[in-house]
């Protein structure tokens, strides 16, 4: 047992000392965390003229810190159902494999939320109240998502609520609390980023297929088939530069938009790996490739929305 669990760490390239609680956040995930924020603020300097720099700050520190704590809640709860093992990829390992304790993992998420609690009364402070339910149900929606009786990890629905919270939501309150107001502009923006934020979650999916399979789960990509994952993973893809396109020729977006086009061979990286690749192991790179796209795609986007205010 000891022989694979070290076999394993190798194979992973997991080392010991900070890198056991640096792999314990998912650093791979955290993009869908950063880059809502990020568009949701760039649109909103350019659309309303308007930037605070620590309301930016404290909205980007709150949301990698709850989707932190999400990736926790996950390790300890998949913990406590037993469906990790030392053998299980695409997870912190910390608990199976690197022998920290289950309740400091959990305490961890919890002291993250609360930090998160606290930056978020701030920016309630200095932009509306209402920050504070949204802000009370995104943190609620990221326990379930792995905690409660019905974990929302669990069911069909895990794209749908981590593209909407994580994408939409985020975007938008991160351009609320800069500008005061929302618009329908907005929302729009939002969605390819939120497709995308799907798309990371598919390709977790996708590679845990068969384990999700066997302890029970009802996953999308389970119900949809490994094939019918991969094909719905390049509808996703093709989805979020359709919607880029058509938001540019309708002038939502500028024509500067295009240059999210580069991360496109990227998406094409991730299909072809699934679609070569059948073990979690050999499937890691196409999920790593899914995360880059997101965060290649928003960077770009919100690029091209700053070009556009200085050309």
């Known amino acids: 047992m000891a022989h694979d669990k070290t076999m394993i760490k190798e194979v992973l390239n997991e080392r010991d000392g900070f ?13 869908a965390s950063f880059i809502p924020v990020f568009v949701g603020t760039v649109f909103a300097y350019v659309e309303q003229e308007t930037f605070h720099l620590l309301l930016f700050l404290a909205m980007l520190v709150a949301s990698i810190l709850i989707q932190a704590a999400t990736n926790m809640f996950n390790e300890y709860y998949d913990f406590v159902r037993g469906l990790d093992n030392e053998k299980s990829v695409g997870i912190g390992g910390t608990i199976v494999r690197d022998g920290v304790q289950p309740k400091t993992v959990l305490r961890l998420a919890f002291t993250f939320y609360g930090i998160a609690f606290i930056l978020g009364m ?13 802000g009370a149900v995104s943190m609620i929606i990221g326990y379930l998502y792995t905690g409660g009786p019905v974990p929302i990890a669990y069911t069909p629905f895990g794209e749908l609520f981590a593209g909407g919270l994580m994408g939409t939501v985020m975007i938008a309150i991160s351009y609320f609390i800069q500008a005061g107001t929302i618009t329908k502009e907005m929302i729009f923006v939002s969605l390819p980023v939120a497709i995308l934020i799907g798309a990371i979650l598919m390709a977790n999916n996708i590679r845990d297929l068969d384990n999700d399979k066997i302890s029970g789960r009802k996953t999308l990509a389970i119900l949809l088939g490994r094939k019918g994952a991969i094909t719905m993973q390049a509808f996703f893809f093709l989805s979020a530069y359709v919607i880029t396109m058509l938001l540019i020729i309708v002038g939502t977006l500028p024509i500067w938009s295009l240059i999210v086009l580069l991360s496109v061979p990227k998406a094409v990286q991730v299909i072809r790996g699934f679609a070569e690749h059948t073990t979690p192991l050999e499937m890691m790179p196409a999920m790593a490739n899914t995360g880059k796209t997101n965060t290649m795609y928003g960077f770009l986007l919100g690029i091209s929305i700053l070009i556009s205010i200085f050309v």
């Open 122 to 134: 701030y920016i309630c402070y200095a932009s509306s109240w209402w920050i504070a339910l949204i």
């Open 19 to 31: 890198q056991v609680w640096w792999r314990l956040l998912r650093p791979h995930t955290l993009t």
